[in-house]
């Protein structure tokens, strides 16, 4: 494939899931079955392409090629913005993860939701989602970074509140969308430091720009984190992760595909995409917030009993692993988790949905023995299981082994064992409630004979996608670990000699970016070509294990000592992490199928721990107590200052209006009146006082004529 | 002692004043009317004086015979409105009769 003809089927990937929400959204009521096949058949040939482009990578197998395109967005005098679509190893990765549990999940709503009221309405926003999170993934600049990742928000909002006439759906959603937004606000910061600092918000650019000139002082640390808080947001890290177990509240194929698959995993996918622009300080805050993420998550999955809520908390957990991943310097291992994880939550979710499809509850407690009833959702969810606990051969194995060892070397390096360990925990707090959500759902007896009786297996638009979610499960991974399997051919770190060299490169060609497309009026026009796969072949064999850290700390002296460190943190953890997870699996089997160990009993000696997990460790009240608390009292001050300073101040104006035009009334009534009712009262009164002259008598007339006869005389004779 | 035009006109000026008096001070219709005509002869004595004394000529006398013939034109009429204002009011004060209608 051509450059140019990259270009185009990413820009035909991005615009199909549009045009099927534009076409479903205004005209879904008219078609024929409220125009689902659109959709699905839409994002089938999305798919289609996506692979196609997978494949091009494939064939290349050169991590460091990419393919950039784009036009002039706005040119606003010295303030230019491109608007463009990158395209390489990574983009490849997530554009087949994000298609294909798309049209998975498309494909299971069609069963799902078979008979909803606003049917077409929720493929228009599955399309509307598809179309937003592609935009992340395709976007080469922060700029559209950052519009497409609202664009998501906006998406999830929807979705969680499918329905809204429902009050905890429209509270979720509500709480979803201004959670994202407080980690969106550091999010934006953290753009703003960047794009002030080097007056760019392309990708590539910025790497090579912070790679020759680093920011100074703690502006770097501050920029890193702000752009993390976006990941924390996004992907419901501590202590954002509040939103994600209430989103459940949407249709279960949502939860899949937004909140297990994909948008979730936004925020890993930006810390990987930008991690050139980390600097160690906040990879320490994103490795620690990871860490703490996946503890909290495996311990509050543990204790619940909602099918989907302890599913929620799973996922928390399996994220908080991807961050800490991207936080120890281990990159392709968090990619590599992503890519795994996501195929078994979805299928986690997808089998949960099927489940309470068939039995109309979302309590284990009320289930139990359905594994004869849904043959094909019991096998397929027990794969999921498996391969989330890290069972060997299974995919979330490899991926979650790799970041094992990469927490571990971090820890042998830089003396930071906190992360290894809480992750370590985790693993083991997986693999049990995982097992414990397989053994109360499917196995023992029916707890509930009634909905036991009437359960059935789901339709085959429901199995087909749980089917084949299992088999990418189990085989996605490969059989080995990110940095030597086939994945090292899409993800490595970033070589940072090759992007400041193209960087330079193509300034002194002349123009950087897309400048002449732009000008030219083209739409698309590729650039900088610089695949080589000769020269990238030798790339990625350097890293033997584990992973070299990706900010490029320590690739100068990568030395014998490193590696050493690396291979047995690696030999380490994979023996660990096994037994870990075996000895999860062995308890959660010892309390829920033999009764050795009586669950109660173990929760009724520990009634402080109980209560602090079955509260979800009091986030919720913390952030009432605190943060509404402060909002309200904040907005009850804003008020009262509206009340009695605005208020004041207007009431004021009127008190003082009305007295001036009072006074105003006065000078009217006295003065202008005075002046008209004098003019009345003199003429008047000039009248009154000459109406004694009109006496009516001749005489007296003729007496003032004899009188005014003289006195002219006198005058005259004066004269 | 001579009589020269000074005592002439003495006598047509208190004859006048006291004209005047009458016509300003009296309220009855026809006294009234004897003042003007006091008035006239003052006018006319003065006319005839002048001629006398001043002019030589007959035009002072040519005027005194037509005020004459006036004053006799007037009296007519005068006394014809004094007859029916008595018929009309009843009285012949002009004060009391001091609108057009009754």
Redesign the interface.
Known sequence: MSEHAILLTALAILLLPLLSYAVLFFFGKKLPRQGDWLGVSLLGVTWLLAVRIFAHFWAVGDPGLRIEGGVRWLDLGRFTADAGILVDGMTAIMLVVVTTVSLLVHLFSVGYMHGDRRYERFFAFLGFFTFSMLGIVLSNSLLFLYVFWELVGLASYLLIGFYFDKPSAAAANKKAFLTNRVGDFGFFTGILIFFTAYGTFNYFELFAAAHLSPLSGGLLTLAGVGLFMGCVGKSAQAPLHIWLPDAMEGPTPVSALIHAATMVAAGVYMVARLLPLFDPGSLLVVAYVGAITAFLGATIAVVKTDIKKSLAYSTISQLGYMVMAMGVGAASAGMFHLWTHAFFPALLFLGSGSVIHAVHTQEMPLMGGLRHKMPITFWTFLIATLAISGVPFFSGFYSKDAILAGALAFGMTKSHYVPFLLALIAAGLTAFYMFRMVFLTFMGKPRDEERHHHAHESPWTMTVPLVTLAVLAVVSSGWRGPSEGWFSRFVAPYDMERIVEQASGAAHAGEVHAVPAAAHGESVLPQEPHGEPAHAAATHEAPAHGEAPAHGEASAHGDAHDTHVRHTAHITAMILSILVAGLGILVSWLTYIRGRISAPSVLARLPRVHHVLQNMYFFDEFYAATIYRFTLWFSWLNGAFDRVVIDGIVNGMGYLTRSLSWFAGLADRYVVDGLVNGVGVVVQGAGEGFRRVQT????SY??YV?FSVLLLVFVFRAL | MTVGLEHYLTVSALLFGLG?YA???RRNAVALLMGVELILNAANLNFVAFARYVDGGVDGHIVAAFVIVLAAAEAAVALAIVLAMFRNFGTVN??TV?RLKR
């Open positions: 009516g008598r001749v005489q003729l007496a004899c | 005047l016509v300003l001070t002009v004060d001091n």
